[in-house]
């Protein structure tokens, strides 16, 4: 297991790095050169790759390469052009091209998302049924670590010792993450593999297996109450007068803090509660960690706020890890690639989709109203994960 968890550790730290970069650094880099707010918000657009990946998830679970390993052959060659685009970005260009910044961007994500088909299917493929809590709750804090490294490190290194010691140091980190599954020796498949059919027909196969329909609606409902809230924390927290290094310890470090440790707890105690019941409690701590949200704007005060934060990162992460436990779960042999990435790309889609509204919510209910509404919405999927229960016992 040892010799797993570094492998999954390592390829889940590396697709954090694109990923936290973007939504942490980036925003702040495209707003010290001057970029208008509609225009950093345009920049949401570079993060597509994630949410459209399950449009060429087909074409990767029919790459066949006996020698290499055929989830070898994707991860690595897309691991090293990684490690290309960050080193030519750290040489080739500057801080003021804000537009090679962006395409460098976009074209991380997309190799990261790829990347991220192959390791889902790979997790898939040497994880038992037994080893799958947790190792989903190593994928939730090994992500967010790298999300950690990519952003909030990133700014830090930019600030002390500019552009090229910050994109060097990721390149060299993307690099090191690479080495495990270098060395890594890929079991070949122990079933057919898929034939060549039409990406849109896999697509539809995927969907239309027995007892999916009523699956779709848990992935689509059962973290959006969650990224409404956290969609709107950030500007909570401002305009509660918190200063920004106060909202970087609390959401950065303590809050990072809470997820690794909600994620691992997470993970392990799925597989003891099993993943039906461990939806349901988790999902249902999340919710009274969202409606804390509407207390701590209720009656305000920095041991509150960081109470919240703490509560709303550790049972986001154990929940995370119990939905992605699942979701491995639901993945044929044969199909893994595909069927994962599928539902992942519907969490994406919908969360996604959600917290481009949070704003609307908030500024029309007001935090505390808005916090409400998010655990509603929170409620809702962990009753539909709870009915989806009901119907498999």
């Known amino acids: 297991m040892l010799g797993k968890v570094l492998l999954l550790g390592s390829l889940y730290l590396a697709q954090g790095l694109p990923y936290g970069f973007f939504t942490q650094a980036l925003p702040v880099l ?9 225009l ?4 949401n657009l ?13 074409l990767v679970d029919r790459v066949r390469a006996p020698r290499v390993g055929r989830r070898r052959a994707v ?3 897309l691991q090293l052009l990684s490690v290309a685009v960050l080193g030519a970005l750290a040489f080739a260009a500057s801080p003021d091209a804000v537009w090679a910044l962006c395409v460098a961007v976009l074209l991380v994500n997309l190799l990261a998302a790829t990347q991220d088909i192959a390791t889902d299917a790979l997790a898939v493929e040497i994880l038992g049924p037994q080893e799958r809590g947790l190792g989903n709750g190593l994928q939730v804090g090994a992500y967010r670590t790298g999300m950690v490294i990519g952003g909030g490190a990133m700014l830090l290194v930019f600030a002390y010792a500019g552009w090229v010691a910050a994109f060097v140091g990721l390149a060299v980190i993307m690099l090191v993450a690479t080495l495990p599954v270098v060395v890594f ?3 070949p498949p122990v079933v057919e593999l898929p034939r060549d059919t039409k990406s849109l027909a896999a697509i539809r196969e995927s969907l239309a297996r027995p007892g999916m329909g009523p699956w779709l609606l848990v992935l689509m409902t059962y973290k959006v109450g969650e990224w409404f809230a956290s969609g709107m924390l950030r500007p909570f927290l401002r305009d509660a007068k918190l200063g920004i290094d106060d909202i970087a310890l609390m959401l950065g470090l303590v809050g990072f803090s809470a997820a690794v440790v909600g994620a691992l707890a997470g993970g392990a105690l799925t597989t003891k509660l099993g993943q039906s019941r461990a939806l349901v409690v988790f999902g249902a701590l999340q919710t009274l960690a969202i409606a804390s949200l509407a207390v ?12 919240v934060s703490i509560a709303e990162h550790l049972t986001s992460a154990m929940a995370t890890a119990a939905l992605f436990t699942a979701m491995m779960n639901r993945c044929r042999d044969t199909h893994a690639g595909t069927d994962y990435t599928v539902q992942a790309s519907l969490v994406v889609i ?7 509204l949070s704003g609307v919510s908030a500024h029309a209910l007001g935090y505390t109203g808005h916090f409400m509404a998010a655990a509603a919405l929170s409620a809702f999927g962990v009753a539909m994960a709870a009915r989806v229960g009901r119907l498999a016992s």
């Open 30 to 38: 495209l707003r010290e050169h001057g970029l208008s707010l509609p």
């Open 75 to 77: 991860i690595i060659p």
């Open 185 to 187: 020796r890929e079991p």
């Open 296 to 307: 701590a704007a209720q009656a305000p005060s920095i041991l509150m706020f960081y109470a």
């Open 46 to 58: 570079l993060s597509l790759p994630w949410a459209l990946k399950f449009a060429w998830a087909p």
């Open 40 to 43: 950093i918000g345009l920049a």
């Open 350 to 356: 919908t969360t996604g989709l959600i917290a481009a």
